[in-house]
């Protein structure tokens, strides 16, 4: 089943909205959010301080676990989308910023994403994050790590 060029943006518009719904506690809706991806997804942070690779929506799920309750205030303003309707993959430049709920610091991101799709859902991510707010979200983390 291949998405049109409206729909493909509408399929990435979704995991933003996703990715962004997080109550005043941090929570997101993990099944909400994975509900987005193929089952085998592949999901990779190449440029990330320690690079990501996940393969799977269980490996996903996990990843994603451990941010609950870190972040707050999560914002996403989409700027471009370049679409290939051919090879089913979008290209999302954004900047985003979160609230880091336990100090109350904002985080600022850049991102590149690279989505492809297969039968409706994201079979691949390549997600390029650009911050220099390391730190802020390090903190964020840490405790989540605990």
């Known amino acids: 089943m291949s998405l049109s060029r409206s729909e493909l943006e509408q399929a990435a518009r979704k995991m933003f909205d996703a990715y962004a719904a997080v109550d005043d506690q941090g929570v997101r809706d993990l099944d909400a959010i994975i509900s987005l991806f193929a089952p085998d997804v592949a999901y990779e942070m190449p440029f990330a301080p320690n690079p ?4 799977g929506t269980q490996a996903l799920r996990t990843f994603l676990a451990g941010t609950q309750g870190a972040f707050v205030g999560t914002q996403y303003t989409l700027n471009q989308f370049t679409i290939d309707t051919e090879r089913q993959t979008v290209v999302v430049e954004a900047k ?5 709920r336990v100090t109350g610091e904002t985080a600022a991101m850049r991102y590149v994403f690279v989505l492809t799709f297969r039968d409706g859902k994201i079979s691949q991510t390549r997600e390029y994050v650009f911050t220099t707010d390391q730190d802020k979200l390090m903190r964020a983390l840490k405790p989540q790590a605990a």
């Open 52 to 55: 990501i690779s996940l393969s």
């Open 96 to 100: 985003g910023s979160r609230r880091i």
